[in-house]
């Protein structure tokens, strides 16, 4: 198996002053680009041939899918000889799929979650080590794409050997928080070739409720200031971290992971994505 580093040591290195200014240097970056991202999309979301609107049919769909395939491995510079298995759910997909989840050695599938004081585990969409499939149910089309590029960033985790094959042996926070950067990134690449803004909103409103989250959980941690101007901007998955802070005393995988590839990225640059696939030591 490839190296990564544990969970420990993803910490430690965003608990520096360092790491912490490049999530705050992220977060007044990003929150600018919400912002317009949402004024677009307000606009948008009347006009039925928007990308915000569901794809018309699974051909449409495909498009989406190989963009966001291409777009992906042009981003890390890597190619693969075999493709995963795309599969479009629906709810009772979902359900159906509970019993074989267990097998599956990514979590991304698997989602923790405290109710009543116990732990369970919710399927959500993902993909399935266990079975190289990537399941989705995209809302619309700008979705689709941000969606299925941070599954197929998990394909490329397994294919080049990050996954563990015993689920319990991974480490999520390393491998979402790989995921949803390199997501984030594409998504904001393809803004650029677009000429939109708005085609990111989704990843951009996932990636600041999770590193709000981290930025708090993380400065409280080292009994540093907080400057409560980068919290501004409000976000759908708030109220979700806020919960996981309260009941597990952690922010989310995503947003400890996300937060550690922020720092990373702002010290050795993109090809932090792409070096830890091929297995380079980074801490
Ligand atoms: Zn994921």
């Known amino acids: 198996m490839v190296y990564t580093p544990s969970k ?5 290195f965003v608990m520096t002053g ?9 977060l007044a970056d990003l929150s600018l680009k919400l912002y317009s991202a949402r004024k677009i999309r307000n606009d948008a979301k009347s006009n039925e041939e928007s990308f915000f609107s569901r794809a018309k049919n699974r051909a449409e769909l495909d498009e989406i899918i190989l963009d966001a395939k291409q777009e992906t491995k042009a981003f ?3 190619n693969v000889y075999e493709e995963p298995v795309t599969k479009v759910v629906g709810l009772s997909d979902k359900i159906l799929f509970l019993p074989r989840a267990i097998y599956s050695s990514l979590k991304s599938t698997i989602e923790k979650r405290k109710v009543n004081g116990k732990l369970i585990y919710g399927i959500d969409n993902g993909y399935d080590a266990y079975h190289k499939v990537i399941r989705f149910n995209p809302s619309n089309k700008a979705e689709a794409f941000s969606e299925y590029a941070h599954e197929y960033d998990h394909y490329l985790q397994d294919f080049f050997k990050l996954v563990k ?8 926070s390393f491998l979402e928080g790989h995921a949803r950067c390199v997501e984030l990134n594409v998504s904001l690449d393809k803004t650029e070739k677009m000429d939109n803004p708005a085609f990111a909103v989704y990843s951009l409103e996932r990636f600041l409720g999770e590193m ?3 930025y708090k959980h993380y400065s409280r941690k080292m009994g540093r200031g907080i400057k409560e101007i980068l919290l501004r901007i409000s976000c759908p998955n708030d109220n ?15 947003a400890s992971g996300a937060a550690f590839f ?5 010290e050795m640059g993109k090809s932090v994505y792409t070096d830890v696939l091929l297995g380079k030591k980074i801490v």
């Not at 420990?8 to 430690?12: N, P």
């Not at 094959?165 to 999520?172: A, L, T, Y």
Request: aromatic share 12%.
């Open 165 to 172: 094959p015993i689920w319990r042996w991974n480490n999520f």
């Open 240 to 254: 979700y971290e806020a919960k996981l802070v309260y009941d597990l005393d952690e922010p989310s995988d995503y």
């Open 76 to 78: 890390l510079g890597v």
């Open 212 to 214: 709000k989250s981290a």
């Open 18 to 26: 360092k790491g912490i200014e490049a999530i705050e240097d992220s």
């Open 8 to 12: 420990e040591e993803m910490d430690e």
């Open 262 to 266: 922020t720092a990373k990225e702002a």
